[in-house]
């Protein structure tokens, strides 16, 4: 059943669920729609950003943007 905004406000301000009252399946997360940005490296920094990327079990793509991320914070 629809609430009024400043319900659905007050629920939310007071830590109450509010699953009920979301269509999850329309939700967006803003800013986080992938650009694709091309990058050139030596060699060598390949090599070991794969080396590292492989000792944490992770791609060499997650372990750019993890520390990309890191810094930007």
Same mark, same amino acid.
């Given at each position: 059943m629809p609430i009024k905004a400043a319900e659905f406000d007050r629920l939310f301000d007071g830590g109450g669920d509010i699953s009920e009252h979301v269509d999850w399946g329309k939700a967006v997360r803003p800013n986080r729609e992938p650009r694709r940005v091309n990058v050139d490296f030596p =060699?060598?920094?390949?090599? /070991? !950003?794969? =080396?590292? =990327? =492989?000792? !944490? /079990?992770i791609t060499r793509q997650a372990l750019i943007k993890m520390w990309i991320a890191e810094k930007l914070e």
């Open positions: =060699a060598w920094m390949v090599d /070991g !950003l794969d =080396a590292r =990327a =492989a000792h !944490l /079990g």
